[in-house]
């Protein structure tokens, strides 16, 4: 029970039962506003926050952050806020949620419920997860309590008038919790805690007990329980996994109130938000567009002002800076130089250098080496793992086969405890296979950024002195160059760890990394904590980067920029995609086995770290490795091979395939592929089929094929296939064509179904317009 509701249930004592206004002290202060306002029949009331003239401070008053400024949010408005790290996004929504603003502002609406979304704070005892949720809306609680005492009271037998006026006050209480439907919370509650991975016995579990990640998922059940009139949302997507963000998303678009979230997740923003306010220069600007547009807008509009500062700085060189334009003068320089700076702070950030080149290994049939971009730096062959094998439990209990590559560029996506940590831990070799076998390149390098990366750092030591730790023999200049290349530059570089932000330890991290330049670059969830345009940076250093990557992300639009190609890691199935939409898909089928709430072992998937698989206070995949499904993974492929047959009678359809020639390969044909770990051939699809010219014939040097049993994509030779089939003109266009009808079909009765409750709607809206002219 939260520590208000213990409060509330102290001052019971002193309530009226009789009367209603004794009982509506009880209710929180912004309710009791809302009250009075209705009370006393006031016109016009919103909840819309307007406040003019709005300067904010840090708490110990150094330093300005919002000067003169005006605070608009409007009422039912889904917004995103904007701005570098260190220009006061976290300490608005700190004050607007506790209220505690400076004196001056003394406008803030009262009766607006603001409620803060972030990572719950330890302490020695909060309760179950279910308890912690539930106790959490702090109307609820009061009228919970208020309607125990009522019944208690009426119970006692008092007198027929007493009686009568209890009865009255108890129909209150019933009709203010209806209201707020808290007689389903429990149900709703744990409608959410199923999909987000706890079920009826981890919901039991302290709270205290959970990881950073899972103490995030608690608090964002919190925020959509509490169903506030505005929600702030700082970093929401932060140690969240694949499937976690998408509800989110899918909650933040049906939130019926306000709402103003801070995230680097730009597809969460472009598919949720629909104003974007932006903290700049000390004041805030609003944009009343998409996400995708407020980009371009906000470019143009600073391009536009440095344009116009130049010819003014060109028309002006000479000028007394004791003067009012002489001090103008002196601001446009600044705001110029600012600009200019973090254009090529950007432009250069997360540079990664070109790794040296490696001697070939492996030779095709015919005895030559294979190109570069095909030289294999790990593979994984026939690989199960299990952290105790004594269970029966095993993370890969199919074998896997994985071959990393020069030219790899895979993201992988999917749930936490799936063994997506796990994965990257065996190619690393900081696992053991349980069973198969991992082999290296002897001479090539790797770059490993892992969630927890940041651990490592001495908080007592700069930037400078790290580096210089890491490599004794190097000079501190060029030490200092390197890091000025991931945006740790002048006063940042000598500023002792403690003092910076999380982005900024994460910046430094990337700076050891990439000094010896990796051939292998593995990144675990590398944009937490990092802004926007550090993640742009980010994307562009990535996309020039010419070694192998593995990305691990649950940003979307990260992914969908860096990488050729998708590994889905759910319980159960290993599978390699060329597009994002149908890695998606797999996610979103592990979503409906959750929200079925019957294959997760609850007692495995949040077990903390049964494992050893380092938890802490960070969060992120702490229960690594716990996942498994009850009934064994064959009943969930059984099910879905099932529901494959059912769809394939719907539609039978038949295809004249054409045999082709080994020298006329194109995207798109069928054909048998041999794979390189057990050199059998599988049915596969050709993806991509580059070449060269030579003397009139095409000499293929990279095929990539997807093998269309196992879903994993690999790069063969030419000699390595058989059996080549063209499908006929306009066949995998056809087949995009179902799909899209079919999605269509199902987003038409979607939205029948939303158009006739609209319908609805109006009628009844209608109907009461014609009832309230006729009293007239």
Request: charged share 25%; proline share 3%.
């Given at each position: 029970?939260?520590?208000?509701l213990?409060?509330?249930?102290t001052?019971?004592?002193?309530?009226?039962w009789t009367?209603?206004?004794?009982i509506?002290?009880?209710?929180?202060?912004?309710?009791?506003?809302?009250?009075?306002l209705?009370?006393?029949?006031?016109?016009n009331?919103?909840?819309?926050?307007e406040?003019i003239?709005?300067?904010m401070?840090?708490?110990?008053?150094?330093k300005?952050l919002?000067k003169?400024?005006?605070l608009?949010i409007?009422a039912n408005?889904?917004a995103?806020v904007?701005?570098?790290?260190?220009?006061?996004?976290?300490?608005?929504f700190?004050?607007?949620?506790?209220?505690?603003?400076t004196p001056t502002?003394?406008?803030?609406p009262?009766h607006?419920f603001?409620?803060?979304?972030?990572e719950?704070?330890?302490t020695?005892d909060?309760g179950?997860v279910?308890?912690?949720?539930?106790n959490?809306h702090?109307?609820?609680?009061a009228l919970?309590a208020?309607?125990a005492?009522?019944?208690?009271?009426?119970a006692?037998?008092?007198d027929?008038e007493?009686?009568?006026?209890?009865e009255?006050?108890?129909?209150y209480?019933?009709?203010q919790?209806?209201?707020?439907g808290?007689?389903?919370?429990?149900d709703?509650?744990r409608?959410?805690?199923?999909?987000l991975?706890?079920?009826?016995?981890?919901?039991?579990?302290?709270?205290?007990?959970l990881?950073?990640?899972?103490?995030?998922?608690?608090?964002?059940?919190?925020?959509?329980?509490?169903?506030?009139d505005?929600l702030?949302l700082?970093e929401?997507?932060?140690?969240l996994?694949?499937?976690?963000?998408?509800?989110?998303?899918?909650?933040?678009r049906a939130?019926?109130?306000?709402?103003?979230?801070?995230?680097?997740?730009?597809e969460?923003?472009?598919n949720?938000?629909?104003?974007?306010?932006?903290?700049?220069?000390?004041?805030?600007?609003y944009?009343?567009?998409?996400?995708?547009q407020f980009?371009k807008?906000?470019?143009?509009?600073?391009?536009?002002?440095f344009?116009?500062?130049?010819?003014?700085?060109m028309?002006?060189?000479?000028?007394?800076y004791?003067?009012p334009?002489?001090?103008t003068?002196?601001?446009y320089q600044a705001w110029?130089q600012?600009?200019?700076?973090k254009?090529?702070?950007?432009a250069?950030?997360f540079t990664?250098?070109k790794?040296?080149?490696?001697?070939?290994?492996e030779?095709?049939e015919?005895?030559?080496?294979?190109p570069?971009?095909l030289?294999s730096l790990?593979?994984?062959n026939?690989v199960?793992f299990s952290?105790?094998?004594?269970d029966?439990?095993?993370?890969f209990?199919?074998?896997i086969?994985?071959?990393v590559q020069?030219?790899t560029?895979?993201?992988?996506?999917?749930p936490?405890?799936a063994g997506?940590s796990t994965?990257?831990k065996?190619?690393?070799?900081?696992?053991?296979?349980?069973?198969g076998?991992?082999?290296q390149h002897?001479?090539?390098q790797?770059?490993?950024?892992g969630?927890?990366?940041t651990?490592?750092l001495?908080?007592?030591?700069?930037a400078?002195?790290?580096?210089?730790?890491?490599?004794?023999e190097t000079?501190?200049g060029?030490?200092?160059n390197?890091?000025?290349k991931?945006?740790?530059?002048?006063?940042?570089?000598?500023?002792r760890?403690?003092?910076l932000?999380?982005?900024?330890?994460?910046?430094?991290i990337?700076?050891?990394?990439?000094?010896v330049?990796?051939?292998?670059?593995?990144m675990?969830?590398?944009?937490?904590?990092?802004?926007?345009d550090?993640?742009?940076?980010?994307?562009?250093?990535?996309?020039?980067?010419?070694?192998?990557l593995?990305?691990?992300?649950?940003?979307?639009?990260?992914l969908?920029?860096?990488?050729?190609?998708?590994?889905?890691?759910v319980p159960?199935?290993?599978?390699?995609?060329?597009?994002?939409?149908?890695?998606?898909?797999?996610?979103?089928?592990?979503?409906a086995i959750?929200?079925?709430?019957?294959a997760?072992?609850a007692e495995n998937?949040?077990s903390g770290?049964a494992?050893?698989?380092?938890?802490?206070s960070?969060?992120?995949?702490?229960f690594?490795?716990?996942?498994?499904?009850?009934?064994k993974?064959a009943e969930?492929e059984?099910?879905?091979?099932?529901?494959?047959?059912?769809?394939e009678?719907?539609a039978?359809?038949?295809?004249v395939?054409?045999?082709?020639?080994?020298t006329?390969?194109k995207?798109?044909?069928?054909?048998?592929?041999?794979?390189?770990?057990?050199k059998?051939?599988?049915s596969?699809?050709?993806?991509?089929a580059?070449?060269?010219m030579?003397?009139?014939?095409k000499?293929?040097?990279?095929i990539d094929?997807?093998?269309?049993?196992?879903g994993?994509?690999?790069?063969?030779?030419?000699?390595?296939?058989?059996?080549i089939?063209?499908?006929?003109?306009?066949?995998?266009?056809?087949?995009?064509?179902?799909a899209?009808?079919?999605?269509a079909q199902?987003?038409?009765?979607?939205g029948?179904n939303k158009?006739?409750a609209?319908?609805?709607n109006n009628r009844?809206r209608?109907q009461n317009t014609?009832k309230t002219?006729?009293r007239a």
């Open positions: 029970m939260s520590a208000e213990l409060k509330q249930v001052d019971l004592s002193t309530i009226q009367d209603i206004k004794s509506q002290t009880t209710f929180p202060s912004w309710m009791q506003e809302k009250i009075a209705e009370d006393a029949k006031a016109k009331v919103t909840n819309k926050i406040i003239n709005f300067t401070q840090t708490p110990i008053k150094d300005t919002l003169n400024t005006e608009t409007d408005k889904k995103c904007y701005g570098m790290n260190g220009v006061g996004k976290t300490l608005l700190h004050y607007m949620a506790t209220g505690k603003f502002v003394k406008n803030f009262k607006v603001v409620y803060h979304c972030k719950l704070e330890h020695e909060e179950t279910f308890e912690t949720i539930i959490a702090p109307l609820r609680n919970v208020a309607e005492k009522l019944n208690e009271v009426i006692a037998g008092p027929a007493t009686l009568e006026k209890l009255e006050s108890l129909a209480i019933q009709l919790m209806r209201g707020i808290g007689y389903s919370a429990a709703r509650i409608s959410m805690l199923r999909v991975g706890f079920d009826e016995a981890s919901e039991k579990r302290n709270t205290k007990d990881s950073g990640g899972l103490r995030m998922r608690v608090s964002l059940c919190m925020a959509f329980f509490i169903e506030a505005l702030l700082d929401p997507t932060n140690h996994d694949f499937p976690s963000v998408l509800w989110l998303e899918h909650r933040l939130y019926r109130k306000s709402f103003l979230v801070v995230t680097h997740d730009r969460l923003l472009e949720c938000t629909s104003q974007v306010l932006v903290i700049e220069d000390q004041k805030i600007q944009f009343n567009c998409n996400f995708k980009e807008l906000k470019a143009k509009q600073d391009k536009k002002k344009d116009d500062i130049e010819k003014f700085l028309k002006n060189r000479n000028v007394d004791s003067t334009l002489g001090r003068k002196a601001d110029s600012k600009y200019y700076q254009q090529v702070m950007l250069g950030k990664f250098p790794p040296q080149a490696l001697k070939a290994l030779q095709d015919e005895g030559n080496d294979l570069e971009e030289t790990v593979k994984l026939k199960r952290y105790k094998p004594e029966g439990h095993f993370i209990n199919t074998p086969s994985f071959n020069w030219c560029r895979v993201g992988v996506l999917g936490n405890g997506k994965l990257l065996l190619i690393t070799k900081k696992l053991t296979p349980t069973d076998s991992v082999t002897p001479d090539y790797l770059a490993y950024f969630q927890h990366s651990a490592e001495d908080m007592q030591l700069t400078n002195e790290f580096m210089q730790g890491q490599f004794p000079k501190a060029i030490l200092t390197h890091l000025a991931t945006g740790i530059v002048g006063d940042v570089a000598s500023t760890m403690v003092d932000t999380y982005s900024q330890r994460s910046c430094i990337f700076a050891k990394l990439t000094f330049p990796p051939h292998l670059l593995i675990d969830e590398p944009t937490n904590f990092l802004d926007l550090s993640v742009d940076a980010l994307i562009t250093a990535a996309n020039k980067y010419t070694g192998a593995l990305l691990v992300s649950h940003n979307r639009n990260f969908k920029k860096t990488c050729t190609h998708f590994l889905s890691v159960g199935k290993f599978a390699m995609f060329d597009n994002l939409k149908e890695a998606e898909r797999a996610t979103y089928d592990f979503i959750m929200e079925a709430g019957k997760l072992d998937l949040v770290d494992h050893g698989t380092g938890g802490g960070a969060g992120g995949d702490a690594d490795g716990n996942l498994v499904i009850k009934n993974v969930v059984v099910v879905e091979e099932v529901s494959n047959v059912k769809k009678k719907k039978v359809k038949s295809y395939f054409t045999p082709v020639e080994k006329d390969l995207a798109g044909d069928m054909c048998e592929a041999k794979y390189f770990a057990d059998k051939f599988y596969a699809k050709i993806m991509k580059k070449f060269n030579k003397d009139g014939v000499v293929y040097k990279k094929v997807l093998f269309v049993k196992y994993n994509v690999e790069s063969v030779t030419v000699d390595l296939l058989k059996n089939k063209r499908p006929p003109t306009g066949y995998w266009e056809a087949k995009e064509a179902e899209k009808a079919q999605k199902k987003a038409g009765a979607k029948g158009g006739g609209k319908g609805g009844n209608n014609k002219a006729q």
